[in-house]
Every structure is written in C-alpha cells, then in structure tokens.
C-alpha cells in the first residue's frame, strides 16, 4: 500500500512539475470566464497547451456542434436553455430552463445532441477524404467515438434520456455496462456517472411509468440503437485506419 501511495504521489508529483505552469495559467484564465462565448474560447486555449491548436478548435467545435443539437431540439419543443458552456477534460453541457416532463420530448432533446454530433464527425471524414489530412480523419474518430460513449443508457448520458421513451430498464443495462468500463478502463469520468447515474436510477425506479404509445417507443427504438450500430461502426472504422496511418500532426 505505502508503494503505491508512493507511486501515485510521485506521479502527481511529474504531472504538476511538468505541467504545473500550465495548469495554473488554466486555473486564473477560466476564473474569469462568466459566459458560454468566454468557456468556449479558454477551453480551446487549455486543449492548445497540451494538444495542439489545430486539435483544440477542430475539438471544441465538435462538442459545440452537439451541444446545439440539444439547444435547437430544445426550442423546437418551444423550451428556453442557453448557449454550450465548456469544462476543459470534461465536455460541456447547457443550462436547461425548461424541464420536460413528457419522456418523448426528453428523448428528442437527448437524441439531438449525438445526431448533431454524429453529423459535425461526418462532415470531418468527408474533409479527409478530400484533403488526406490525418488530423481530420483523427477528429472524425473522436466525433464518432464521444457520441457513441453520450448514448450509454444511463443518466446523466443522452442515452439515458432516449431510453426513457423506450424502456425503462435499459437503465439498468446502462449501469452494469457503465460498471464494467469502470473496472476495465478505470477513469474519474466513469466513476462519476456511475454515481449519478445509480442515484437516478434509485431516485426513478418506484416512480410509475409514464404511459407512452408502442409507436413512439418502436421509433425512439429504431433510431436509437441505429445511430447506435452506425456510430460503433464508425468508430471501428476510423480507428483502425488511424493505426495503419499513424498518429496525426501535432
């Protein structure tokens, strides 16, 4: 135990003396951020310190690309919710100021994210067919792939939400695969939506269910686990031709 203690300190210990400027220049910059405009362009600036600028942009705007899915979705349904706020190394979300309680709007709101998403990924494959540049063909794999991962059906996840409207015991499903990522692949963002994601499925489970029509649950079914198929395919796809063509440029 006093080993890996050891270890793990010593680690941070690398992390913050090679990076230790960094991050400090990250911190005092993002406490100054007050409006999504603002995140957004500290969350590019954070990626670009670590991960190159071409990256940074082509990434946040991915994330801004599904992010409005959501915001459109979402007054399309005559709701009221802000512009992306971003989180450098954990994504984005919007500020919701309308709550519906109907889990086919839910489930339209949630679906629209990782179709915008999935077509923001798409139009990047396209420019690398075009162009041949890896660092598109790269951004197009992480399109895919973060889209793939938001559609585990588990809350606070989209997939979560689209489920809903399905079936409510794919949460459960959701759950055991969010656990067995966690044990396998161990990572701070897991272990957080296992938390949440068990808290609501404790919370929703002596809730009764919300009666929707065998239609809306056979077509909320269809394009869930489609896009599903699709995005899996397409992050297979991407990835093994990223290994036969190298890393990308930083």
């Not at 911190?27 to 600028?53: D, E, H, N, R, S």
């Not at 044990?183 to 919370?203: C, D, K, Q």
């Not at 056979?218 to 397409?234: M, N, Q």
Request: proline letters at 5%; glycine letters at 10%; aromatic letters at 14%.
């Amino acid at each position: 135990m006093k080993r890996r203690t050891a270890g793990v300190l010593a680690a941070i210990a690398l992390i913050l003396g090679k990076f230790g400027a960094k991050l400090w220049a990250v911190a005092k910059l993002l406490a100054l951020a007050k409006g999504p405009i603002l995140t957004m362009l500290l969350t590019v600036v954070t990626y670009a310190l670590f991960l190159g600028w071409q990256f940074a942009v082509g990434f946040v705007l991915l994330l801004f690309v599904h992010e409005m899915g959501h915001v459109v979705a979402i007054r399309l349904k005559g709701g009221d919710a802000s512009l992306p706020y971003f989180i450098p190394f954990l994504g984005a979300f919007i500020r919701l100021r309308t709550q519906f309680l109907d889990p086919r709007e839910d489930a339209f709101v949630g679906i629209a994210g990782p179709i915008a998403g999935t077509i923001g990924a798409l139009v990047c494959w396209l420019v690398y067919g075009w162009t041949g540049s890896v660092l598109m063909l790269f951004l197009s794999y992480v399109g895919f792939f973060i889209n793939l991962f938001n559609l585990l059906p588990v809350y606070p996840l989209d997939g979560g939400r689209v489920v809903r409207a399905i079936h409510r015991k794919l949460w459960g499903v959701g759950l055991a695969v969010a656990a067995a990522l966690a044990v396998t692949r161990p990572n701070v963002i897991l272990f957080l939506i296992l938390i949440f994601g068990f808290i609501e499925f404790w919370r929703m489970r002596r809730q009764p269910d919300l009666w929707i029509p065998t239609v809306s649950r056979i077509r909320y079914g269809l394009v869930y686990f489609g896009l599903v198929a699709f995005l899996a395919a397409a992050s297979w796809g991407t990835h093994n031709l990223l290994m036969q063509l190298g890393p990308p440029p930083a």
